[in-house]
C-alpha cells in the first residue's frame, strides 16, 4: 500500500513514454528490479496507457533500465544451422591393437568424448568406415574394417547413441589416403601406411545455434586420435 501511494504522489511528475509496446513480448512488462524508470502498481506491473500501447515513465529516474514490452527490444534468438558433414578420421592405433578390432582404453575415451558430443546435439545420421592399409588380401581387410566398425558403432550405442541413427561398413584397402611405398623394410612400409589405417565417423545434418558452430567444431578436434576431414 506504501509503494501504491509512493506512486501516486509522483503523478504530476510522470511522462507518457513516446515508445510502442512489442507485439510479440508480454502484454503487461514489470519494472525493472534494480533501476526502474517506470511506474509500477504494488506487483511491479508497469502502468500502461488506455489502449495498452504505451508505458508511463517517472521523471525522477531518467536513466532508469529499459524495460522489454516498454522501451527495450526483445533480443533475437539465435536460431539453429545445419551443418550438413562432420567427418572425422581416428587414427585406428588410437582404438586397436595391430591387426585387432577390439577396442582399446584410449579409443574407448575416444568414443566416449564423441558420445557425449552427440548426445549433446540433434544429427540426422552417423556412417562409420573402417580402412586398411594395403598389406593383406582384400578378403581378410574388408572384414577386419567391417569389424572395426561394428566395433565403434556398438561402443557408441552402448553410450547411449540410437542404433538406428548409425550404419556401418567397411571399405578394406579401396580408398587409402597415401599409396603404398615399393621400396624399404617391411617395417618402414608397415609404418609409412599409418594414415591409410583409420576409422571415420561422419556425422550428418548436426542441428547447434549459428554462435556455437565453432565451438562444435573446436570440441571435435580435441577428441583424442582425430584427425577433421
Known sequence: MKN??????????????????????????????????????????????????LCWQTGYYPDGNAVVGCDAVAAKPVENVKIDSSKLNFDASALFDFDKATLRPMGQQAL?????????????????????????????????????????????????????????SGMGKRQLLVQPLTKGTRAARIAAEQPNRRVSVDVRGVNVPADQVGRWNTFLQSIPGVNIK
Open 4 to 53: 501504491f501511494v509512493k506512486v501516486a504522489s509522483l503523478a504530476a511528475t510522470l511522462a507518457l513514454a513516446a515508445c510502442q509496446t512489442n507485439p510479440n513480448t508480454v502484454v503487461s512488462p514489470k519494472e525493472d528490479a534494480v533501476n526502474s524508470r517506470h511506474v509500477a502498481d504494488t506487483e511491479h506491473q508497469i502502468w500502461k496507457n488506455g489502449t495498452d500501447e
Open 112 to 168: 566416449g568424448a564423441l558420445a557425449t558430443a552427440l548426445k549433446s546435439v540433434k544429427f540426422d545420421q552417423t556412417i562409420v568406415v573402417g580402412h586398411t592399409d594395403s598389406f593383406g588380401s582384400d578378403a581378410y581387410n574388408d572384414r577386419l574394417s567391417l569389424r572395426r566398425a561394428e566395433a565403434v558403432k556398438a561402443f557408441l550405442v552402448s553410450q547411449g547413441i540410437s542404433p538406428a541413427a548409425i550404419t556401418t
